[in-house]
């Protein structure tokens, strides 16, 4: 797989600042890190994990956005929370899944 790099003066149009402003952002980043770019297995795992679980929210809540803009879930009669307890379920089956 090819990587494909670009200059700072690249990012910088991108980010709307001048290529020097870029490169002095660049220069106190990496002071900032005492040039330590490398990640740990662990931590680029709890990383990762930390992502897959807010797009797993982020798709869960758009998902039940749309269902009820659609009307898919009508209240109970009764007014209990029934609803609302299964959906909590569904999401901790969802979130708890390790095939993600």
């Keep these: 797989?090819?990587?494909?790099?670009?200059?700072?003066?690249?990012?910088?149009?991108v980010g709307g600042v001048s290529t020097t402003e870029m490169n002095c952002l660049e220069i106190d980043f990496l002071f900032s890190l005492g040039f330590q770019l490398n990640v740990t297995p662990p931590t680029f795992h709890a990383y990762c994990m930390y992502l897959q679980r807010g797009m797993l929210e982020f798709e869960y809540c758009n998902i039940?956005?749309?269902?009820?803009?659609?009307?898919?879930?009508?209240?109970?009669?009764?007014?209990?929370?029934?609803?609302?307890?299964?959906q909590n379920q569904q999401f901790a089956v969802c979130?708890?899944?390790?095939?993600v």
């Design 1 to 13: 797989m090819a990587v494909k790099y670009y200059k700072n003066a690249y990012y910088a149009k």
């Design 95 to 99: 979130c708890t899944d390790n095939s």
């Design 64 to 86: 039940q956005r749309t269902l009820r803009i659609h009307g898919c879930y009508a209240s109970s009669p009764s007014g209990s929370s029934d609803e609302a307890n299964s």
